[in-house]
């Protein structure tokens, strides 16, 4: 099993939970964070990390966000590990309860 990064985290890109993770299964692209499916250990660290709630157990992850496993494992391909905290985007506040995001995702 895995976590996964869902849509919460678009455009508001916290970095709490990088910090956690002990195998750097993080990836970071310009407005979003993936877990890398394949170095995620199921440890648990980052879930409670979350400062908006969209990191999830693969098997609890909402319906409606189930193709986030899909995209997590596909951009942890392309872009680099993130394992340091950095400051969030100056606006992430005002995405922090905005819905349907995806549209909004950087690649």
Known sequence: ???VVAESCIRC???DCVEVCPVDCFHEGPNY???DPEECIDCSL???ECPVNAIFAEDDLPKDQAHF???NAELS???PVISEMKDPPED???WRDVKDKLQYLER
Do not use: H
């Open 13 to 15: 890109k916290l970095t």
């Open 69 to 71: 496993l899909e995209l």
């Open 46 to 48: 980052c879930e409670p």
């Open 77 to 79: 391909q392309v872009w």
């Open 92 to 94: 992430a506040d005002d």
């Open 33 to 35: 964070l993936v877990i």
């Open 1 to 3: 099993m895995t976590y």
